[in-house]
C-alpha cells in the first residue's frame, strides 16, 4: 500500500485540494461513495470529505464547547458551500471526538444536514486491531483513529506520533496489537504555559531558528520549542524501538508536526491526514 499526497503542505489546511489514498481503493468496489469525516479536538475541529479515493478538501475550526448543534450545523453548511460540495450528495459520514460535550451536538448537526446520523469512534466498533492496554476503553478515539490508518497504509512494527494539544506517541507491533502510549504536553501547549508563567516571555511563532543557540529571546524560545521538541522525539522513539526489540517505521500527524517533523534526526513520515483516513476506514469497516 502507499500514500500519494499531491503538492499539498500543511499550509493548504483549509484549501481545496485533492489527495488520493492508492491503499484505499479496495473499499469502494461498488463505486465512489461521498463520505463527511469530522475530528474533534481540544483545540480544533477538522473536517475533511472524501469522493472515492479522493480528499477533496479539509477545514480547520477552532474548538469551542458551547457551540450548539444548530451552530454547528451552520457551520459545516457555509464551509460545504465556500467548497462547492452539495450536503445532498453526502452519503455518509464519521465522527471521532475527544471532546465530549461536542460529540453529541455535532452528531446532532451533521444528522440535521444529511438526515442521516455519524458514525462515532466509540468502544465494541470494528477495528482490525488489538488494544493491549490496562483498560481498552480508555484509549483515546483520536489515537486509535490514527493507528487504524497507520496499519492499513504503512509497515509494522510502527510508532504513531500525534502532535495536538498533547503530543502522544503510539507503539503498534507487527501483530496489530496496540501496546501502549506515552503522553507529553503539546508544542503549543508547552509555549503557552511557558508565556503564561514567565512575565518576560512573549508568544513567538513556531517555526525554526537559524541556530540551536539563541542570542535573543524569540530565536532562544523557538530553539526550545522547536529543536527540544525533535529531539524529545528522538529520545523517545528511540527508547520505544529499544523495548519494541527493533527498529519501527514512524509517522507523524497533527498540529505543528509538519514543523517539527523537519528536525528529527531519524527518519519519519509526516502524514496530516492521517486522522481522517481513519475515519474514512473505519467506518467502511463498520458500515458495510
Same mark, same amino acid.
Given at each position: 500500500m502507499f500514500l500519494q499526497i499531491f503538492s499539498c503542505d500543511a499550509n493548504c489546511i483549509g484549501e481545496k485540494h485533492t489527495t488520493q489514498f492508492g491503499g484505499f481503493s479496495r473499499f469502494y468496489e461498488k463505486g465512489n461513495v461521498m463520505i463527511l469525516t469530522i475530528d474533534i479536538g481540544n483545540s480544533n475541529i477538522v473536517l475533511g470529505v472524501f469522493d472515492g479515493d479522493n480528499l477533496l478538501f479539509t477545514s480547520r475550526?477552532?474548538?469551542?464547547?458551547?457551540?450548539?448543534?444548530?451552530?454547528?450545523? #451552520?457551520? #459545516?453548511?457555509?464551509?460545504?458551500?465556500i467548497?462547492?460540495?452539495?450536503?445532498?450528495?453526502?452519503?455518509?459520514?464519521?465522527?471521532?471526538?475527544? #471532546?465530549?460535550?461536542?460529540t453529541g451536538q455535532m452528531a446532532k448537526a451533521v444528522e440535521l444536514l444529511?438526515?442521516?446520523?455519524?458514525f462515532i469512534v466509540a468502544p465494541g466498533i470494528k477495528t482490525g486491531l488489538n488494544i493491549r492496554i490496562d483498560n481498552p476503553s480508555?484509549?483515546?478515539?483520536?489515537?486509535?483513529?490514527?493507528?487504524?490508518?497507520? #496499519?492499513?497504509?504503512?509497515?509494522?512494527?510502527?510508532?504513531?506520533?500525534?502532535m495536538g494539544t498533547a503530543t502522544t506517541m503510539t507503539?503498534?507491533?507487527?501483530?496489530?496489537?496496540?501496546?501502549?502510549?506515552?503522553?507529553?504536553?503539546?508544542v503549543r501547549t508547552g509555549l503557552n504555559a511557558l508565556t503564561k508563567n514567565a512575565a518576560q516571555l512573549t508568544q513567538i511563532s513556531i517555526e525554526a531558528p537559524k541556530r540551536s543557540i539563541g542570542v535573543n529571546t524569540v530565536e532562544s524560545m523557538q530553539s526550545g520549542v522547536v529543536y527540544g521538541n525533535a529531539a524529545m522525539l528522538d529520545g523517545m522513539i528511540a527508547r520505544f524501538e529499544k523495548e519494541l526489540g527493533e527498529e519501527a517505521f514512524v509517522v507523524i500527524t497533527g498540529g505543528v508536526s509538519d514543523v517539527i517533523s523537519k528536525h528529527v534526526s531519524r527518519t519519519v513520515h509526516h502524514n496530516p491526514y492521517l486522522q481522517l483516513q481513519g475515519l474514512l476506514i473505519l467506518y467502511k469497516k463498520n458500515m458495510k
Open positions: 475550526i477552532s474548538t469551542d464547547i458551547n457551540m450548539t448543534s444548530d451552530e454547528l450545523a #451552520v457551520m #459545516v453548511s457555509e464551509i460545504f458551500a467548497r462547492g460540495i452539495d450536503k445532498s450528495k453526502i452519503d455518509g459520514s464519521a465522527l471521532s471526538s475527544v #471532546v465530549p460535550a461536542l444529511s438526515g442521516k446520523p455519524p480508555s484509549l483515546g478515539a483520536d489515537l486509535l483513529t490514527d493507528c487504524v490508518a497507520a #496499519v492499513s497504509l504503512y509497515q509494522r512494527p510502527l510508532i504513531v506520533i500525534d507503539a503498534v507491533d507487527r501483530d496489530k496489537n496496540i501496546l501502549g502510549v506515552a503522553i507529553m504536553p503539546g
